[in-house]
Structure formats: C-alpha cells, structure tokens
C-alpha cells in the first residue's frame, strides 16, 4: 500500500508563492514510481476540484484552467515525492490542498482516486 502526507501549506499574500509537497510512503512491492499523481482542493462549502495532475514517470501534466500558468506539478520518484509550486497566488486560491494518487489513470476526477492524504491549509489574504 502507498501512504500519502501533505506539507507545504500556510498562510501567504495575494502574488506570493508556496511549494506543496507530497510525500509516499510504500509497503513493501509497492513503487511510487507506477502511480499517477494529482492535486485537488476544497475550500469550505465548496466540492472537492481538481488542480493539477502528473504521469507516473512525469511525461506529461495537467492543470484546471484557473491554475494554468501559475502552478507547475512535478514530482522526484527517486524521493517518493511530488510537488505542487504555486506562484502569484490569488485569495480565490485558498483552500485545504490535497494530494491523491492512483495506479489506473491520470483523472480530473477525486472518485478515480483511491489513494489521498490528509491534506495542508493554504490560505492567501488579500
């Protein structure tokens, strides 16, 4: 089994910049390197939405479009870690990020998911 922890979150103004990290840890038979990884959040009274998403080996990304060009997704299977950089954030941004992983298919989709962790608060104030 693969077991996610989310850190990286915190309280930032409006153009700042935060790194999220997610780290895995793996049972034994288990690579991080074969799952796909994505980044979702919620802000409060809202439905879970997805931010970004990346290939198990990294080949290729995705982004939501309210993100496009702002965050950037990668990850360092060596270190069982991927990374969300946020840069010029927005208060509509705010939210509890986190990360989720799969081994079936890069989704947009949080039901396509079965793997999530706990989650880390940013919060941008304007």
């Known amino acids: 089994q693969v077991y996610l922890v989310e850190s990286g979150g915190g309280v930032v103004q409006a153009g700042g910049s935060l790194r999220l990290s997610c780290v895995a840890s793996?049972?034994?038979?288990?690579?991080?390197?074969?799952?796909?990884v994505a980044w979702f959040r919620q802000a409060r009274g809202k439905d879970r939405a997805f931010v970004a998403g990346?290939?198990?080996?990294?080949?290729?990304?995705d982004y939501a479009d309210s993100v496009r060009g702002r965050f950037s997704v990668s990850r360092d299977n060596a270190q069982n870690t991927a990374y969300l950089q946020m840069n010029n954030l927005e208060p509509e941004d705010s939210a509890l990020y986190f990360c989720?992983?799969?081994?079936?298919?890069?989704?947009?989709?949080?039901?396509?998911?079965?793997?999530w962790g706990q989650g880390t608060q940013v919060t941008v104030t304007s």
């Open positions: 990346i290939r198990y080996n990294g080949g290729s990304t």
């Open positions: 793996t049972a034994y038979g288990y690579s991080f390197s074969n799952y796909e």
């Open positions: 989720a992983a799969n081994l079936m298919t890069l989704s947009r989709t949080p039901d396509q998911y079965d793997i």
